[in-house]
């Protein structure tokens, strides 16, 4: 029995010999390297980051579709301001998350490269250890074991050489496995250090590239501000302009109107004529142009949050269109008054008036006597802030009233 032992002993030895000079080849001729993964900590950490990045560029990239829908379609630029900014502060934030995921990846860069270091002394130190345990064996011969085994004075030690020699071959397993594993580590190690220092890369790229987007919309925040302030100014200047037009309108009308009572009250004066407009004709006079109400009476409020009360109605109709006086009349006015541009008023007797403005050509005079439909000229284009129309305007007893009252229904 001992004898079989003893077979089994040298048989053990001569496999643990080969199985020890195999992996010491492996360990010195590894060169192909594994695909490995990250540890768990640093892809939660890099796909957490990386999600919010994405909703970053989601909700940049909404904001943009928004921007140029703004700029295919009438808007202000205040909502093109509102919109930079947006943009500007979605940008900002995108670069803060690339900056933190960087400190991320440097981190985890440093780690790696500790570790790496680490496991690279470690095996250098048991490579050299199980080099000198492969000499010593080779040296003593693949008898060694039976040898030393054989030798013991009695059962005893017999036994305590056994146990001996069995924790020694434990040992070299496991110093063999600490090997492998060590190799693997290191293999793991290489590959996160090369897969992290291209994120770092590609995060530095994209870091540029977003803070130079974050100049670009605050150079495009600022030059829209300065737009901003700079039309604000010039409705502001517009709308003392119609104000100060309006005045003029206003008082023309009170001077003609006090002229037509003097002559009506003069001795020997002619009995007035009967206005040609009627309370029986709301509702039911033609239009002067066909077209779209652009703007319609009464006090608007502006995008740019400036105010403006209209004493009529913007109708919009191309360019060129002949534009009808709505009842017979004289022409009291055909002249260009300030922001009105070519405008004609019609009196339609007994303190009646009608307007028209915002004309590119005029093909009355002033004193001349015009018939229910008659050409009194063409729509033009006089304000820049809006597309060719008829600016109109029915004031009966003098008084502006809204116009829109005074003409046919469409159906």
């Known amino acids: 029995m001992i004898v079989r032992r003893l077979s089994a002993l040298v048989d053990g030895g001569r496999r643990r010999g080969r199985a020890l000079a195999a992996t010491l080849c492996a360990v010195a001729c590894a060169t192909s390297l594994a695909a490995q993964q990250p540890p768990p900590s640093t892809d939660a950490r890099l796909r957490q980051q990386q999600a919010e990045l994405d909703s970053l560029r989601r909700e940049r990239a909404n904001l943009e579709s928004r921007m140029s829908t703004l700029q295919r379609s009438a808007r202000t630029?205040?909502?093109?301001?509102?919109?930079?900014?947006?943009?500007?502060?979605?940008?900002?934030?995108?670069?803060?998350?690339?900056?933190?995921?960087?400190?991320?990846?440097?981190?985890?860069?440093?780690?790696?490269?500790?570790?790496?270091?680490?496991?690279?002394?470690?095996?250098?130190?048991?490579?050299?250890?199980?080099?000198?345990?492969?000499?010593?064996?080779?040296?003593?011969g693949s008898l060694y074991d039976v040898e030393a085994l054989l030798s013991a004075q009695s059962f005893a030690g017999l036994v305590a050489r056994y146990k001996y020699l069995h924790e020694l071959a434990l040992h070299d397993r496991g110093m063999v496995r600490r090997v492998e594993g060590l190799r693997d580590q290191i293999v793991s190690q290489r590959l996160l250090l090369v897969r992290l220092q291209d994120e770092v890369g590609r995060n530095r790229r994209e870091k540029e590239r977003e803070a130079?987007?974050?100049?670009?919309?605050?150079?495009?925040?600022?030059?829209?501000?300065?737009?901003?302030?700079?039309?604000?100014?010039?409705?502001?200047?517009?709308?003392?302009?119609?104000?100060?037009?309006?005045?003029?309108?206003?008082?023309?009308?009170?001077?003609?109107?006090?002229?037509?009572?003097?002559?009506?009250?003069?001795?020997?004066?002619?009995?007035?004529?009967?206005?040609?407009?009627?309370?029986?004709?709301?509702?039911?006079?033609?239009?002067?142009?066909?077209?779209?109400?652009?703007?319609?009476?009464?006090?608007?409020?502006?995008?740019?949050?400036?105010?403006?009360?209209?004493?009529?109605?913007?109708?919009?109709?191309?360019?060129?269109t002949p534009v009808k006086t709505i009842a017979a009349g004289e022409v009291v006015l055909a002249d260009l008054v300030g922001t009105y541009g070519r405008t004609v008023i019609v009196q339609h007797g007994g303190g009646d008036y009608s307007m028209y403005a915002s004309l590119a050509r005029i093909d009355v005079r002033l004193g001349q006597q015009v018939t229910k439909g008659q050409v009194l000229g063409t729509v033009g284009a006089v304000d820049p802030d809006m597309p060719p129309h008829l600016h109109f305007e029915v004031r009966p007893k003098g008084r502006a009233v809204d116009p829109l009252e005074w003409l046919r229904a469409r159906r």
């Open 77 to 140: 630029l205040a909502d093109e301001v509102n919109n930079l900014e947006a943009q500007r502060r979605t940008t900002a934030r995108l670069v803060d998350a690339l900056e933190k995921q960087l400190e991320t990846i440097n981190e985890e860069v440093e780690k790696a490269g500790t570790g790496l270091a680490r496991a690279e002394r470690e095996l250098a130190d048991k490579r050299d250890g199980l080099q000198r345990r492969m000499v010593e064996i080779y040296k003593r």
């Open 212 to 320: 130079e987007r974050l100049a670009s919309l605050e150079r495009q925040r600022q030059q829209r501000l300065t737009q901003v302030q700079r039309s604000t100014a010039q409705t502001r200047e517009r709308l003392s302009q119609i104000t100060r037009d309006e005045s003029r309108i206003a008082n023309a009308i009170a001077a003609l109107e006090t002229a037509r009572r003097r002559a009506e009250m003069a001795p020997n004066a002619r009995p007035a004529a009967p206005s040609s407009i009627r309370t029986a004709d709301l509702g039911k006079l033609d239009w002067p142009v066909d077209g779209a109400v652009i703007y319609s009476f009464g006090r608007v409020i502006n995008p740019n949050n400036t105010t403006i009360r209209w004493n009529g109605m913007g109708i919009g109709a191309p360019l060129g």
